[in-house]
């Protein structure tokens, strides 16, 4: 018997239905994945998460959330279904792929050019949650266009644990690997070689940046060991693939992408401290500041890497997906559409004034990413409203209006406006995000004998950068100690460090020595590392 699954939107009105043959009981997720719904499987359809979250509507009107990924089709049962819009993976993502070079290029590429016919190179930042593809020109340095998105990767999880756990479960290594090479670099190459008006067959070869985790799926190596200690990936050093060997393959334009065409991936320091902060290190010049400076990219993953005397330590801390809007209430990703920046003021009850990504309206928003979440930790303790603990003050909650707070099994629950709320374990939660990130730049620090004062630059790296209230996130702690002109935003060093090393061949190399003379700190070595991460749980 067949089964028929109706979508409706918000209002009601029916967006398609979609017909499952009879006796097929696959999971909920993967039918509206096929029929055109890919949905907010962060978790690795783990159910420990609601990103995947859809609203069955009765027949009586009445509704239900169920998680779609712990959920079976069942032969002639028919559901009739609403998606939030933070369940849906079609909004478009707010990619970083804006970058500050501080480093000086020559331009001697890293392939032979001839004019008008092999001339371009394109370059890649793949990253857990976007990935960023740029084109450039060989002859002029120019970049020529550029495309970003989602990495299809996401509906096996949204951190590089889950993906490696999904990676060893049957067969789903090679479909993650096609996620990232077919399902998502494919077609922002084409994209962009379409916009930069350049045939495939004028490509000279790729240059790929990314955690090492990525690369390890995007070459189709086993990540089992990146999970476990002593944390030992299958490679780190550079490598060179063809795009037969990862499986891309574009056509288009009158062309199809050469299988021969040659792929270098950049080398890496560690198992969490990953090419991407290699091709950071150059591009930033950081190596050649006289005084000690400090790279911080802050994501599910804040790696940090310290510059000092010319010499280079780095680490890595777990900071989890919260500053991705996972498991928060309102959280969501950066994407249009969201609200990225908020203000709060207590005179006459509580309003919030909102900021969102694109323009949109408030009411419409898909939820809170990361940047509104800091600024909402710094304007609520700066007003009285949280304690140090991040607990809301009991004094100053008691005039908030009464259809403004709730409690929850989550603790007292603030209303901003709408169905945007947050809660005290949401604050717990950004608390641990912000404690993992001010605990890993200070013990980095000390194990060197610096203290933050004596950092010329902290170069602020990665797309949550980009948007981030600066003064804000030192007052919350996530910088701790800094002052704001000690920051510098530098957006995708990733994508910046993979562009340099197509256009200098020498790049390289330099990458390369750094791997032997680099030390790593693993944190959870480190004796005074667990009582600095406490101390940071609270707020300024």
């Not at 792929?97 to 371009?120: E, H, I, Q, Y």
């Not at 090479?181 to 350049?198: N, W």
């Not at 200690?229 to 050469?258: D, M, N, S």
């Not at 928003?365 to 609520?380: I, K, N, Q, R």
């Amino acid at each position: 018997m067949e089964t028929k699954l109706t979508i409706q939107n918000s209002r009601g009105v029916v967006e398609k239905v979609i017909a499952v043959a009879a006796g097929l009981t696959s999971l909920l997720s993967d039918v509206l994945a096929s029929n055109g719904y890919p949905l907010n499987t962060r978790c690795g359809k783990r159910g420990s998460c609601h990103g995947c979250g859809v609203t069955i509507v009765g027949s009586a009107g009445t509704s239900e959330e169920i998680k779609s990924c712990q959920t079976n089709v069942q032969p002639g049962v028919d559901l009739v279904m609403r998606i939030p819009t933070h369940a849906r993976l079609e909004s478009e993502p707010q990619v970083g792929d804006s970058f500050v070079v501080n480093a000086p290029v020559t331009l001697d590429p890293m392939w032979p050019v001839r004019p008008g016919k092999c001339d371009t190179a394109f370059a890649v930042d793949v990253g857990t949650t976007t990935v960023a593809v740029a084109i450039v020109d060989l002859v002029d340095g120019a970049v020529s266009s550029r495309a970003g998105d989602f990495n299809a990767q996401i509906r096996f999880g949204d951190n590089v644990i889950t993906r490696i756990v999904a990676a060893g479960a049957g067969g789903a290594r090679t479909e993650m690997q096609n996620a990232v090479v077919q399902e998502t670099i494919a077609p922002l190459l084409a994209k962009a070689c379409r916009e930069a008006g350049r045939e495939l067959t004028r490509l000279a070869g790729g240059i790929i940046a990314g955690n090492t985790t990525m690369l390890h799926l995007l070459a189709g190596e086993d990540p089992a060991g990146l999970g476990v200690v002593p944390f030992t990936p299958k490679f780190l050093q550079e490598r060179t693939v063809t795009a037969k060997e990862i499986g891309l393959r574009i056509e288009g334009q009158g062309a199809v992408l050469g299988s021969d065409l040659p792929l270098k991936m950049l080398p890496g320091f560690s198992a969490y401290v990953g090419a991407d902060l290699t091709a950071g290190v150059y591009a930033t010049g950081m190596m050649c500041d006289s005084t000690p400076s400090l790279l911080v990219d802050i994501g599910t993953n804040g790696e940090i890497v310290l510059q000092a005397n010319g010499k280079l330590s780095g680490c890595a801390t777990a900071a989890g997906p919260a500053f991705e809007g996972s498991g928060l209430l309102a959280g969501t990703r950066a994407q249009t559409g969201a609200i990225s920046h908020v203000d709060i003021s207590l005179n006459d009850g509580v309003r919030a004034d909102f900021e969102t990504i694109g323009g949109g309206k408030p009411d419409n928003a898909p939820g809170l990413c990361g940047t509104a979440y800091v600024d909402f930790l710094a304007v609520a303790r700066r007003s009285g409203l949280l304690l140090r603990s991040g607990r809301f003050d009991p004094t100053i909650w008691e005039r908030v209006p009464e259809e403004k707070r709730s409690s929850s099994p989550g603790g007292k629950t603030l209303n901003l406006a709408g169905d945007l709320c947050i809660n005290e374990a949401d604050i717990a939660a950004l608390l641990q995000a912000k404690a993992a990130i001010g605990a890993g730049i200070e013990t980095l620090l000390r194990n060197a004998g610096l203290q933050a004062k004596d950092i010329g630059t902290l170069y602020l790296a990665g797309g949550f950068g980009l948007f981030i209230n600066i003064d804000h996130a030192i007052a919350i702690g996530l910088l701790p100690g800094f002052r704001r002109e000690q920051v510098k935003v530098v957006g995708n060093t990733s994508l910046g460090g993979a562009i340099l090393a197509a256009l200098d061949k020498r790049a390289l190399p330099e990458m390369t020595t750094w791997q032997s003379s680099i030390e790593i700190l693993e944190l959870n070595q480190c004796a005074d590392f667990e009582d600095c991460y406490l101390d940071h749980l609270a707020l300024p």
